[in-house]
């Protein structure tokens, strides 16, 4: 078992690429809090890990909170002893034009995307010095940290700010022993493209990629239990591209 004896904690755990994390973990030994603004989502989650003969949790959790992720950690750590991996994975889609501005859509896709990973790096980082243990924090970024896309603004920039506050965290954690690392997915068989779907949009977005196939949730969760390995130690402050090909492949996207 890759993840033998570690404890992690990932938001977003009810459905895409956090519950397929949440799964891989489990299987490869690790006990779990599956943590989810959807509690039922979450609990499904944690059934289908007890299923399997995993060891998991579930935990709601409003990820744009800074007290409610503080006790999300604080949880934890009471549950199982202490916190070896977090994966800040809660995020939400938008869509609108910046010359049709939505403050109140903007102030949302801000708060869980972007303050939502800086408190779940700040809490965890917090109590893994408290105990004295090297862990590891996993962010979740995006191809549109790095690449500009119609009508996602507010998007756009909340996953930029992950990519930047992945690099810093890991230089402010890095006496600590403590390595912080990212995820950069390109499209993702997840909820959050039905969107894409729904305007009959499946296939121009997948010829995006090298494929021509929309990712697996399960193929992220792949890389990020690897992230999680001591074997992974040497990565460090580094945002790793999950796309298919799309940014080294792709010059533009229209």
Request: hydrophobic share 45%; aromatic share 8%.
């Amino acid at each position: 078992m890759l993840l033998k004896d570690k404890v992690a904690v990932i938001t977003g755990g009810a459905s895409g690429i956090g519950k397929a994390t949440a799964l891989k973990y489990a299987k490869e030994g690790a006990r779990v809090v599956v943590a989810d603004f959807n509690e039922d989502g979450a609990t499904e989650t944690v059934e289908q890990i007890k299923d399997l003969g995993g060891v998991a949790v579930a935990y709601k959790v409003d990820a744009s909170k800074f007290a409610e992720v503080e006790a999300l950690v604080d949880f934890t750590v009471k549950t199982y002893g202490t916190i070896h991996v977090m994966f800040n994975n809660a995020g939400i889609g938008s869509s609108n034009l910046i010359n049709d501005f939505n403050e109140e859509m903007y102030q949302k896709v801000i708060a869980v995307n972007q303050h939502g990973v800086a408190y779940g790096i700040a809490s965890a980082s917090k109590k893994m010095i408290e105990l004295g243990v090297k862990g590891t924090i996993i962010n979740t970024a995006s191809v549109y940290g790095y690449l500009a896309n119609l009508g996602a603004f507010a998007y756009n920039a909340s996953k930029g700010a992950v990519v930047m506050m992945t690099k810093t965290a890991a230089l402010d954690l890095a006496p600590h022993g403590i390595r912080v690392v990212g995820v950069a997915p390109g499209f993702v068989n997840t909820p959050i493209i039905d969107g894409l779907k729904n305007k009959g949009l499946t296939d121009l977005y997948k010829n995006f990629q090298m494929r021509k196939e929309f990712i697996e949730p399960e193929d992220i969760a792949g890389m990020v239990c690897l992230l999680a390995m001591e074997e992974a130690n040497v990565v460090n402050g580094s945002v790793v591209m999950l796309d298919d090909g799309l940014t080294g492949f792709k010059a533009h996207m229209y």
